[in-house]
């Protein structure tokens, strides 16, 4: 099956996707447990597959231990160069793009991948990754991961957006700005819906200066979003952890 998309930068870091990972884990807990077969595909996992790994790790511990995870790149040297990593089954590394590699998983995560794509060949990919019925968790995040964003797609059509960061260093939610998944970082002017969600964060934010500083200040900013009628999703557990979950902003 011949491999649909185009080699990416293949930037990446350990611990850049932990964010993410840590979503994937919760959000899907549900769907892998009930599997017959907990496959998850790490599509375009770079210049190293040490997200990968991660990933696998961090799923077999929280989730279930069969869970298998395989890594797929375009770039047959960075296929290669993981295989000295692959632990099979539970983790492989093939050559492949938006078709899975005839793959069925059941979980999809694409980082860091569709940035690189025209905002019009994002629902193409979107519907591609999702035929054969996975759920694909599909989003961006600075170098470090300390700031991610990501949306929740079904069927081709996004269900979710969630906005993360590490408290500690978040000085402004206006940062999620440049880290908006491509099928809105476009649409981040006024009269779009994503532009009035981060408008009316940064007044939350703005609002609930602490002393106690951003730990505090991030849930006390949720809450009030709540509160003046935004459908905030999940709650406090997951606000603390540095995340705000909404209904997709299309």
Request: hydrophobic share 45%; proline share 9%.
């Amino acid at each position: 099956m011949r491999p649909v998309g185009a080699i990416t930068r293949g930037t990446t870091n350990p611990n850049r996707l932990r964010r993410v990972d840590n979503f994937i884990a919760y959000r899907c807990e549900g769907l892998l447990k009930e599997a017959a077969r907990p496959l998850v595909v790490d599509l375009g996992y770079g210049a190293t597959p040490v997200t990968a790994v991660e990933l696998r790790g961090r799923l077999a511990a929280s989730v279930r231990a069969d869970v298998a995870v395989v890594g797929l790149e375009i770039d047959p040297v960075r296929v290669s160069d993981a295989q000295p990593f692959a632990d099979p089954p539970w983790l492989e590394f093939r050559r492949g793009g938006f078709e899975l590699a005839g793959l069925a998983p059941v979980v999809v995560r694409a980082f860091n991948v569709l940035r690189q794509y025209a905002e019009d060949e994002v629902a193409a990919a979107w519907r591609a990754m999702t035929a054969t019925g996975a759920l694909l968790v599909e989003g961006t995040c600075d170098e470090l991961g300390r700031i991610a964003t990501w949306t929740v797609v079904e069927g081709g059509v996004p269900s979710t957006l969630t906005l993360s960061a590490r408290l500690p260093t978040l000085t402004h939610p206006a940062v999620f700005a440049e880290r908006l998944p491509k099928a809105l970082i476009h649409h981040n002017v006024p009269g779009h819906p994503v532009h009035e969600l981060l408008r009316a964060l940064g007044r939350a934010w703005e609002t609930e200066t602490t002393p106690f500083g951003p730990r505090q200040r991030w849930p006390a900013t949720i809450r009030r979003m709540r509160d003046e009628g935004w459908p905030v999703l999940d709650g406090p557990a997951r606000w603390r952890l540095g995340e705000l979950t909404l209904p997709w902003p299309g």
